[in-house]
């Protein structure tokens, strides 16, 4: 089986939201093949994760069947932010803003549909879920009362406790990668994830 198939079969399960594809080459060995496999291979609504730095990337995004892409706010400038999300939007792709801290929530604007904090600091790949907490506050003021982007905590999540303590935080969405796919089975680590979570949850 290939390793795609063996990662979207949690899909068929419908215990994930969505679906989120690394499509970057240069540093992570993926590509936008990969993404349109995953499109052939499950429903979910499937995310665009790369480094977007050019608009083009964004209509590649949409030919290879992505529902949504990361814009990363370390690498983009506010204007960009603006003008990548707002060009998402015509597209019908949503936006899933990405910030480490509390200065790049100055990239915020009215197109972006999913606020991220991302634990994990892109210049070290150090992680700390400590993150999401700290920023928990400065978020719930932008995202106000529910009618702002959905506030997501990315990276380093590997157990359901630090789940319901982050939704205790206000988090909604949950971006997590390696705690599935360092096993043989992410779908079905996924599944006992989910499973686990429903127990844990007060
Ligand atoms: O594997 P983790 O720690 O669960 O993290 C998932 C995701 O947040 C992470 O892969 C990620 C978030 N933003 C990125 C930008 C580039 C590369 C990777 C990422």
Known sequence: MDI?????????REVASACS??????FFGGTLEDLKQARRLVRLP????????????????????AAAVLLIAAVLSP??????ARTAHELELEVLLEVHTPSELSRL????????VNNRDLGTFHTDVENSFRMADLLRREVGG????????????????????????????FLMGEAFMKSGDPGCALAEFIARLKEARP
């Open 46 to 65: 499937l995310l665009r994760k790369d480094f977007v730095v050019d608009e083009y990337q964004l209509y590649q995004a949409r030919a290879a069947g």
């Open 79 to 84: 204007d960009e932010c603006r003008r990548f």
């Open 109 to 116: 604007n009215g197109y972006v549909d999913m606020l991220g």
């Open 21 to 26: 594809v690394l499509t970057d080459g240069e």
């Open 4 to 12: 795609l198939e063996t990662i979207t079969a949690n899909t068929r």
């Open 146 to 173: 529910g009618a702002g982007p959905l506030p997501v905590s990315e990276s380093g999540v590997s157990d359901p406790e630090t789940v319901v303590r982050l939704r205790e935080a206000g988090f909604r969405g």
